[in-house]
C-alpha cells in the first residue's frame, strides 16, 4: 500500500501497512475525507513522522486526538499552525517549560521546531472529524500507532517518552523501561493542571538530563 510517509518510517512500518487492518482503515479515512470535513489536511497526516525520522526520535510525547477546530490541527499532537491561538493544554505546557526551564513563553504554538531537534509528537489517532472530538477512533489508528510506540522502544535505546494523563501512561506497557525513560504525569489540559496533576513535574529538564547522560544532544524547549 503506498502510504506517503517519510522514507525511514516506510521501511520500517511496511508491514504494518500490508495488514487488514490498516487497509481498512484507509479506506474509513479516504471515505470520512470525501464525505466530510476531517482534520488535519491529508499532505499532514503523517506529519509527525516527517519531520521526525526514525533514527532521529529522542523524544516521543503522546496525545490523544488532533484538534477538531477550524485550522488548528496541522499532524503534531498539542501543536498550531502559526497564527493559531494557543490552545489551553498548550499554555499549560509553555507554562511548566517557563518555570521548569526560565525559558521565556513563546507566542506561538507551532511546535514544529520540536519535532525538528527529535520530539516526535504523535497523536494516538491521526485524524478527526470537523467539530467531533474521537470520532475517528477505535478505527485502527490506535493499533498503528501502538505498533510506532513497540517498534521505537525495540529497536531504539535511550530515547525519552513523556507519558501524560491517563490514556497516554497505558501506552507504559509497550516500553521497555530498562533502555528507555518513562516519564508520567498528569494531563496538562486545565482541568487536570488545575488539580494539581501537572504543574511542577519538570518533565523537561529530567528529559534533558537523560538524553545529556547518553552523549545526546538536549532540546531546546
Known amino acids: 500500500m503506498n502510504v506517503d510517509i517519510h522514507p525511514s518510517w516506510k521501511a520500517i512500518l511496511e508491514p504494518e501497512f500490508d495488514k487488514p487492518y490498516f487497509k481498512s482503515l484507509i479506506t474509513f479515512v479516504k471515505e470520512e475525507y470525501t464525505t466530510h470535513s476531517c482534520y488535519p489536511k491529508g499532505a499532514a497526516i503523517f506529519k509527525a513522522f516527517d519531520l521526525c525520522p526514525f533514527d532521529d526520535v529522542k523524544v ?4 490523544q486526538d488532533p484538534y477538531h477546530g477550524v485550522g488548528q490541527a496541522h499532524g503534531l499532537c498539542f501543536s498550531v499552525p502559526e497564527g493559531i491561538g494557543v490552545p489551553p493544554s498548550l499554555v499549560n505546557i509553555f507554562k511548566e517549560i517557563a518555570a ?44 498503528f500507532t501502538d505498533a510506532v510506540i513497540s517498534i521505537l522502544s525495540q529497536r531504539r535505546e535511550g530515547v525519552v517518552f513523556l507519558l501524560w494523563g491517563g490514556y497516554a501512561k497505558k501506552k507504559a506497557t509497550k516500553i521497555d523501561e530498562n533502555k528507555h525513560l518513562i516519564l508520567e504525569s498528569g494531563h496538562p489540559s486545565p482541568l487536570s493542571a488545575n488539580r494539581g496533576h501537572w504543574f511542577g513535574n519538570k518533565h523537561f529538564s529530567k528529559a534533558n538530563a537523560y538524553l545529556s547522560k547518553k552523549g545526546k544532544s538536549t532540546i531546546e524547549w
Do not use: C, F, M, Y
Not at 60 to 63: A, C, K, N, P
Not at 114 to 135: C, D, E, I, P, Y
Open 60 to 63: 516521543v510525547i503522546l496525545g
Open 100 to 143: 521548569d526551564l526560565n525559558n521565556p513563553i513563546p507566542n506561538s504554538g507551532n511546535l514544529e521546531r520540536w519535532a525538528k531537534q527529535g520530539v516526535l509528537l504523535l497523536n494516538a489517532t491521526l485524524t478527526v472529524r470537523a467539530h467531533q472530538a474521537g470520532s475517528h477512533q477505535k478505527q485502527g489508528w490506535e493499533t
